[in-house]
């Protein structure tokens, strides 16, 4: 598991639980709280990350990367 430190927010990538050779990203706010997750799982690390920087990029002003 890895996470992506923002100014407000993190990406967290985690294993599916349907299959743990599949990921998806979460985005939680500073205190912790989820604020969104992906729709699907992906394939690599990877591709969760990237997906899940993009979404934030899209819908947080400070959505860059630390």
């Given at each position: 598991?890895?996470?992506?430190?923002?100014?407000?927010?993190?990406?967290?990538?985690?294993?599916?639980?349907?299959?743990?050779?599949?990921?998806?990203?979460i985005?939680?706010?500073?205190?912790?709280?989820?604020?969104?997750?992906?729709?699907?799982?992906f394939?690599?690390?990877?591709?969760?990350?990237?997906?899940?920087?993009?979404w934030?990029?899209?819908?947080?002003?400070?959505?860059?990367?630390?």
């Open positions: 598991m890895t996470t992506e430190i923002t100014r407000s927010h993190t990406v967290e990538i985690v294993p599916c639980l349907d299959d743990p050779r599949c990921f998806r990203w985005i939680r706010s500073r205190g912790g709280a989820v604020v969104e997750h992906s729709p699907y799982a394939v690599t690390q990877n591709g969760a990350r990237i997906s899940g920087e993009c934030m990029r899209e819908h947080f002003c400070d959505g860059q990367v630390a």
